[in-house]
């Protein structure tokens, strides 16, 4: 490992002044992994990328070898396109509000990348043809080879200007959804932020801020409707013009789940309602009972059920990065390096701002084969949480990126092992979080919080994943059904919290979840892959060192392997039905309530 990444892990203490002043500078980035085919200054302009993609698809292929070498050339040139657009669409959700970077953002998804789209068509094809593609090591290329028979199979010229006004709106709706702020006590503050007060002890402080929030987002519902009707009705057309009778079916190939089915999901649907939606119920007439109320409100949901006041593990970012490297240091001192690297290289913009898009994610630099992390943070305990889990996300990109093309590309890794990954880190995390970041009474309520959302995200994993099955399958419904249809849905794995008085809030809730408009059919991922993390959990209970090592194998696999295959590097069967679900559920029963 190179010098740049690798280094003590330490309590480095890091001011909330310095990390505010740092945002992304991708110029003084380290460059480890020198170019042997493009030049260092590739300039982002079509006619320059244009010959590169004719050099590539008019160079001959003569043997294995060079169907290697070709390979290798390509890889290289797609990690630069893909880390070109991770690039400008890191400036852009950091900062909505700064024009240029708005304009590149757009140019890229507008311009650049419907070219590319084409042109890399071109490309599949020359590899799927070729002979010699049968004689490359079948143990490094099988799943890759299979994937690219995918995309050849799934490409439609007349898609990509339809991918493209999806893009689009995608861009509005961050821009939405960034702006969103309400005035509170004096101060502008982001949605966000507004999270907060939802976790005081003062009922009539949480229920003010609620309604304030809830508010502020029912001034976009119809602009937010109106996107969402335009994106079904482009996904649809996307989906017939590639040969499927709807988006969903479209959506299982293009995400490349070779390993299951919708009707995989809907026993998983099944599973959830037998095993958690009860469990989810039993805990929330549970915090009724602690709380002394007789109706559960929305309200209700975040603060300690027994009135203690808050917890506030950090006041800034820099209190962040020093609590979460503490911890990372006694789950393991490799991962806690890497995590170190990426605070030192500024990584990481982790504090809700005005002008800041939604949500948090890891965004993979694909030439320089290092992670960038994004958040929300505001200063609570869900935030830690959060950081870990995307440092999880970061650690796959750290420990694949040492293997040959085309095993790397973070991007390229299954979700649904993805998630394993991040999601591994917010449970084993919480095993170290006393004595570094809290101590002994705060370490026991922020576990016991982080087990009771996993009971939660199940079932809220279900319900968005089930509404997105109807709504693909259904693609000529009107507004009202769609309402209907949610309702239905999100009803029947919800938990007891009583909406009355707030019903236009509840139709609309579905509008917050951001993986409906960015990633539609991504969600189901993150209730397969917390099965597998609660294995690991499991295990790393009895026997730290062991988990660990197998999670730090599967992650290096990156995307060679199919997923029974990544799942079983772990140490993890791969199954998501009755059984697998009950067991899992039965787990966190024990935990929480044994």
């Known amino acids: 490992m190179a010098p740049a990444i690798c280094g003590n892990a330490t309590h480095k203490d890091v001011s909330q002044k310095g990390i505010r002043s740092l945002l992304f500078d991708y110029s003084s980035l380290p460059r480890e992994f020198p170019r042997s085919f493009l030049p260092n200054d590739l300039s982002f302009d079509w006619d320059r990328l244009a010959q590169i993609f004719d050099e590539l698809q008019t160079r001959e292929i003569r043997s294995v070898e060079e169907m290697e070498r070709w390979l290798s050339s390509e890889w290289e040139f797609t990690a630069a396109i893909s880390e070109e657009r991770a690039i400008r669409s890191i400036r852009y959700t950091t900062q909505t509000d700064n024009p240029e970077y708005e304009k590149a953002h757009l140019n890229f998804i507008t311009e650049l990348e419907p070219k590319i789209k084409h042109r890399g068509f071109e490309l599949d094809k020359k590899y799927v043809s070729s002979p010699f593609r049968s004689g490359l090591p079948h143990e490094v290329y099988s799943t890759f080879d299979k994937k690219r028979e995918n995309r050849v199979s799934l490409f439609r010229p007349k898609n990509v200007e339809l991918e493209k006004a999806d893009s689009e709106l995608v861009q509005k709706y961050e821009k939405i959804m960034g702006a969103m702020t309400v005035q509170y006590k004096g101060e502008e503050r982001t949605l966000q932020q507004m999270g907060r007060f939802l976790e005081e002890t003062d009922r009539g402080v949480r229920q003010e801020a609620w309604e304030l929030a809830e508010q502020r987002r029912a001034k976009e519902a119809d602009k937010l409707n109106h996107i969402f009707d335009e994106m079904i009705r482009t996904r649809a057309e996307i989906a017939k013009n590639a040969g499927f009778e709807n988006f969903r079916d479209y959506s299982f190939r293009k995400h490349e789940r070779f390993d299951y089915t919708p009707e995989d999901c809907f026993r998983f649907h ?52 020093t609590g979460c490297s503490k911890v990372l240091v006694d789950v393991d001192r490799r991962l806690a390096e890497y995590f170190t690297a990426m605070s030192e290289l500024r990584l990481l913009d982790l504090e809700s701002r005005k002008g800041k898009a939604p949500g948090g994610y890891m965004e993979d630099l694909s030439s320089l084969r290092l992670p960038f992390i994004f958040m929300n943070a505001v200063g609570r305990d869900t935030d830690v949480r959060v950081l870990l889990h995307e440092s999880g996300h970061s650690f796959h990109t750290f420990l694949s990126r040492d293997s040959g093309f085309p095993t790397y590309r973070g991007q390229d890794v299954p979700t649904e092992f993805a998630e394993v990954a991040s999601t591994t880190m917010e449970l084993v995390s919480g095993e170290h979080i006393e004595g570094t970041i809290y101590d002994k009474e705060g370490a026991r309520r922020s576990n016991r919080d982080e087990l009771l959302s996993m009971v939660k995200l199940f079932c809220w994993v279900t319900t968005i994943d089930a509404f997105q099955h109807w709504v693909y399958t259904h693609p000529e419904h009107t507004r009202e059904e769609r309402e209907k249809e949610w309702l239905n849905i999100f009803r029947r794995y919800s938990g007891l ?7 236009a809030a509840q139709r609309n809730r579905w509008q917050r979840q951001i993986h409906l408009f960015e990633a539609p059919f991504y969600y189901i991922e993150y209730g397969i892959a917390t099965l597998g993390a609660l294995g690991i959990w499991v295990r790393y209970r009895s026997d730290p060192h062991e988990a660990i090592s197998a999670y730090k194998s599967a992650l290096s696999l990156g995307a060679s392997r199919s997923l029974p295959e990544l799942f079983g590097a772990a140490g993890l069967p791969w199954d998501f039905g009755r059984s697998q679900v009950g067991k899992c559920a039965g787990e966190l029963r024990k935990a929480l309530l044994g």
Request: charge should be negative; aromatic fraction near 12%.
């Open 270 to 321: 099944d599973a959830v309602e037998t095993y958690f939606v009860p469990l989810s119920r039993e805990m929330d007439e549970d915090r009724k009972r602690r709380m002394g109320i007789e109706d559960l409100r929305p309200w209700d949901l975040f603060v300690d059920p027994d009135g203690r006041s808050p917890l506030r593990p950090f006041n800034g970012a820099g209190e962040l990065v």
């Open 497 to 503: 919290e009583s909406w009355e008085g707030y019903e």
